[in-house]
């Protein structure tokens, strides 16, 4: 493979990546909807570097893909950003 087929390739898949982002689509299905906010659901309240004990159902850490607003918590203005795209899709 040449370098020009590959910085092809590459652009190709910079695109992709990039159309297929939508905002509030925790689960990465393409459909904002309520699996989203039961993905979110886990993680309320969840600081970089926290976690919750949930017994039997294991320890849950802060997970930064869940932290939509990237401000570092996963708490209401990420699951405002869901309910801001209720309904959008791909
Ligand atoms: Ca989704
Ligand atoms: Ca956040």
């Not at 590459?10 to 905002?23: H, M, P, Q, R, S």
């Not at 906010?37 to 926290?50: F, H």
Request: net charge negative.
């Amino acid at each position: 493979m040449n370098l020009k087929m590959l910085c092809i390739l590459l652009l190709v898949g910079i695109a992709t990546v990039n159309a297929w982002k939508l905002n509030g689509d925790v689960n990465k299905d393409c459909y904002v909807n309520i699996l989203d906010m039961g993905t979110l659901n886990p993680y309320w309240e969840l600081a970089r570097g926290q976690s919750h004990d949930f017994g039997s159902y294991g320890v849950w850490h802060y997970k930064g893909w869940a932290d939509l607003n990237k401000d570092g918590v996963i708490d209401q203005l990420d699951v405002d950003m869901v309910a801001n795209n209720w309904g959008a899709t791909c």
